[in-house]
Nanobody
Framework: QVQLVESGGGLVQAGGSLRLSCAAS????????MGWFRQAPGKGREFVGR????????VYADSVKGRFTISRDSAKNTVYLQMSSLKPEDTAVYYC??????????????WGQGTQVTVSS
């Protein structure tokens, strides 16, 4: 099992920045990717981006490309989501996830509890 704990959510004005953290513990060597999803009220869960533990390559959703950056600290088993130029439509609960990338297909097996991000206009 892998445990994921997010932190860093909060209220920010449009145009501002916020950094989320996700600390992983347990059998982290059973995973090779970590990602972020978000879910706005009344909407489904949306992919935000992911990072490979090895090499640090990243993939982002078009809606956040150029504004959000995912990074990792392997020594701390922690992944970060740096969000800049935030918009009201970025308001959502943000979830950290960990899993396996096999070929080009990701599978997310573990999820955090989520952290609320609210962007005011």
């Amino acid at each position: 099992q892998v445990q994921l704990v997010e932190s860093g959510g909060g209220l920010v004005q449009a145009g501002g920045s916020l950094r989320l953290s996700c600390a992983a513990s347990g059998r982290t060597n059973s995973t090779n990717i970590m990602g972020w999803f978000r879910q706005a009220p009344g909407k489904g869960r949306e992919f935000v981006g992911r990072i490979n533990w090895s090499g640090g390559s990243t993939v982002y959703a078009d809606s956040v490309k150029g504004r959000f950056t995912i990074s990792r600290d392997s020594a701390k088993n922690t992944v970060y989501l740096q969000m800049s130029s935030l918009k009201p439509e970025d308001t959502a609960v943000y979830y950290c996830t960990a899993g396996i990338l096999s070929g080009y297909v990701p599978r997310y097996d573990y999820w955090g509890q989520g952290t609320q991000v609210t962007v005011s206009s």
